[in-house]
């Protein structure tokens, strides 16, 4: 464990740094605000804070880089010593890629287009390595391989495209580690992978810099990864780092209000409770104030927060924290305390799927003129599921496991290749949503994962809420007015949001305008495709608590997807698990998440990440992402850790019931 | 990949085939015909009979089609109802006029666009760019005419460098054209380089301020480096669809700058066809104009095929 206040070995010396832009009005609006912070040799400190908190900003200022707009108000970087921001720009470039390499948040993005791997590692190799250059080849192989790639050979003929998201990252980081750099700064790599193939990348990096012995700077929202990876944690806030220690002093008893607040709102295998929201927002850059810039959400704050800046102060147990009141921040919880709990569920039958099989595969018009048969396996395959009224179903499974496939099909929006859909225990439902009636299309609501994509931009909230009002309902006039001023107050937006535009929102006022829309049909299904995945997890646990607020009022059954298998725990009375397309599992929540079950599940539930320091992951099968189903069988043959023998590839798998409604498909007997 | 390539030329000759189609029911739907255009106002009785008998206009039109079809496809394209003369013997020499005309544009423009765009991209809100972007506003929105009228006040009117108006026979050899035909080239090039720079400078923008951009310079790639190897290659992309329409609203502007200049081309002979209402070789006009059109667009979608790779590697993959 390195100690904040080791006055020897630092490689990167953040002092005193404030970044900001020239704003509307033409002042400087600051986006960090006095940072000081030393990494040293071989550690690695974990920057944590919601989005807009700076943590990107600061990662990349370490590289002495800013994004357009951005500018230096005061202090500076020292990496060994040499100053960042009044280096030549040569001196820059033999540093960035070399002794400081970054590994970004995107991959995908980040790799250029046109360029093979080989071709852009090379590169890197070109700029920084001092070996001959015949010896490139060679080491490119070895960096893919240091990174765990399978047949790198091959990996460097590819182009980015052509690689899987776990795949690109990996990329990345060969690409990071041919300058044999000193620090590495992390901005948020593992966001975006699935649980998976994060928990695998995370093991990487760990292995690396341990036995590479590079400092690392971890950005990232997620406390799960900070926990199992940083040795420090600063929590970063409106700019500032609010709280900074070790990864203990920080999750196991934060000295900050609103570190004890984020970490409240996470939600946690371990725990059975919705997580607790953090009401209020961080105020925009330079709008601080002179105070404290957390006062507005504080639930412990006095007078005295809001007319005077708190310094980050030394605390006795080795933390700083920028608090005025450390000594009653024990005060605040670090759980929430809702359970969802068992809800007296009616026997009506909300929807049923029945032998569902789905298919993105079309067979082209000259494949149909000649009379192919289409031979492909179907994308989605065996779905049997029925949901009562007022129950939520959580579909959990990696990405391309086909869950939002489903979704679409329940929806109409995507024709099944068979199979039916039939809502309330009557006749099924037409497949494709132009054929359905008016009352079949109100029942059944969709929510999508992006807000910015689902509501259209130039409409007022008023007008997009009015639309299925107007189209179920024929409201009109003051009545329409009344209800949409209604939907608004129960969603906690309030009526006066009714003129503003989506632009004009944040990320989780955009969802909630969409949870409203959905609601304004007053439904009897809704489909959450990964709704809560690109808010901020305090935006995300007000999320979760508004769903169980509307569904307790309005008796709605949900079908709620996610690759967070914290999320749908919190949530849901029944969750299934797919892979490939086919049920693996299904059962009561607590059934799923208990001793029995899936080796998928197993696999998926020891991959997750707790915000928790003495917290180990459990890693037993590999992160390989597979394009197809395999043909017969098992789906989970080829990954599968508890594989029995040829019996999993040649026959499909018994259903096997541990408990009353639990189900498992797998051939191991004593499961 | 070579299937799809096969799947596009298809499609290309079917256009092409449907463009045929929809001309010749188009000049067959037109009052008149051939015979009452050449004849004029003795256009009646035996007279006009003999010559529709003689041009084998009394025949179905159907039957009519096919064979102007064999032929245009074997090059011949029918004979002219104003001289009685083979019109793939008219056509030559003035389709080698225009395609002076437009390669002497294409030439100069394209390197002229890509070098101006990338630079505006580069230096982008400074001088180079305002300057660069200001101009090329005026050069696309003032039209073809008077860009070019303008011209020849200047050069040829005020300075006296070069003649305003061509009045080289047509079946002259090249360098007679020389330099006459150097005012209807710049006015070509005007335009075109403003349209195509225009989207190449935003498409620069956009890769440099690409994820991909940024990670190469926080990889220590030095700047021009990463223009060169990471930004130039995604960025010129979309820059060839642009310059293929450019290339196929050339043809069309050929028509009004040849008449301007009185400069013997395909399009004034195209104007001059319509004009005497020489039908046959109208049609045979159009049938190259739209022909060239789907030939250029064809090689833009190959060349976009063969240089981005997400596109090159999609058909193997799923093939």
Known sequence: MTHSTMPTGSVISVDNLSIGFRGKAGHMLPVLRNISLDVHQGESIGLVGESGSGKSTLALAMMGYLKTGLRVLNGDVSFEGQKMFSQRRAALESIRGGRLALIPQNSGQSLTPTLRIGAQIQEALKLHSAQPSETFGARVIELLSQVRLPDPASIVERFPHELSGGQQQRVAIAMALA???????????????????????????????RDMGMAMVYVSHDLGAIARVCDRVAVMYAGEVALEGSVRQVL????????????????????????RALDGRPPAPGGAGQGCAFVSRCAIASDVCSTSRPDLALQPS?????????????????????????????????????????????????????????????????????????????????????????????AGLLP??????????????????????????????????????????????????????????????????????????????????????????????KQRVAVARAFAAEPDLVLCDEITSALDVSVQAAMLELLDDLRRQKNTSYVFVSHDLAVVRALSDRVAVLYQGRLCEIGPTHAVYGAKSHPYTEVLLGAVLEPDPDFTPELSASDVVELAPPAMGCPFQRRCPKRIGSICDTVAPPLREPDYGHKIWCHIEEI | MLAMLFRRLGLGAITVWLVSVIIFLGVEMLPGDACTAF???????????????????????LMRYTEWAKGAVQGDLGVSAKGQKPISELVGYRLRNTLLLASGAILAGIPLALFLGVVSALWRDRPVDIVVSTLAIFAMTIPEFVSATLLILVFSVWLGWVPGIVLTPANAPLVEFFPE???????????????????????????????????????????????????LPNALLPAINVIALTIAWLLGGVVVIETVFNYPGLGRMMIDSISDRDLPVTQAIALIIATVYVGVNLAADILTLLANPRLRTMHIRKG
């Not at chain 1, 992978?193 to 990096?205: F, K, N, R």
């Not at chain 1, 196991?252 to 409770?273: E, F, T, V, W």
């Not at chain 2, 003795?42 to 010559?51: D, I, P, T």
Request: net charge neutral.
């Open chain 1, 416 to 509: 099944p290749l068979s199979g039916e859909v039939t809502a309330h225990g009557g006749a099924p439902l037409p497949s494709k949503v132009e054929k359905r009636a008016s009352t079949e299309l109100r029942q059944i609501q969709m929510i999508f994962q992006n807000p910015d994509e689902s509501l259209n931009p130039r409409q007022t909230i008023g007008q997009i809420l009015a639309q299925p009002l107007i189209l179920y309902f024929g409201l009109s006039g003051q009545a329409l007015t009344e209800k949409t001023i209604l939907l608004l107050d129960q969603v906690r937006l309030g009526g006066h949001y009714i003129d503003r535009l989506p632009s004009q929102l944040s990320g989780g006022e």
């Open chain 1, 252 to 275: 196991r008893d934060p000295s900050h209000p609103y570190a004890r607040g984020l970490l409240a709102s996470i939600p946690k295998l371990s725990d059975i409770c919705l997580p």
């Open chain 2, 39 to 61: 004849l004029e106002r003795e256009a009646k009785g035996k007279l006009l009979e003999n010559c529709r008998e003689d041009l084998g206009l009394n025949r179905p039109a």
């Open chain 2, 181 to 231: 035909v150097l005012l209807p080239i710049t006015v070509l090039t005007l335009v075109m380089t403003a349209h195509i720079l225009r989207t190449v400078r935003s498409s620069v923008i956009e890769a440099l301020a690409s994820d991909y951009a940024q990670m190469a310079r926080l990889k220590g790639v030095p700047y021009w480096q990463m223009v060169f190897r990471h930004v």
């Open chain 1, 318 to 410: 080795g933390a700083r924290s920028r608090c005025h009141h450390v000594d009653k921040v024990h005060e605040i919880p670090l759980s929430g305390d809702r359970e969802v709990g068992k809800r007296a569920l009616s026997d009506e039958t909300s929807l049923s799927l029945k032998d569902l099989a789905i298919s993105y595969a079309r067979p082209s018009l000259w494949g149909k003129s000649v009379g192919r048969e289409d031979t492909s396996v179907p994308t989605v395959e065996g779905i049997n599921v029925a949901l009562r009224r007022g129950e939520t179903l959580g579909l959990v499974g990696e990405s391309g496991s086909g869950k939002s496939t489903i979704l679409k099909t329940i």
């Open chain 1, 179 to 209: 300058g044999e750099p000193e620090a590495l700064l992390l901005d948020e790599p593992t966001t975006g992978l699935d649980v998976t193939t994060q928990a695998h990348i995370l093991e990487l990096l760990r292995d690396l810099a």
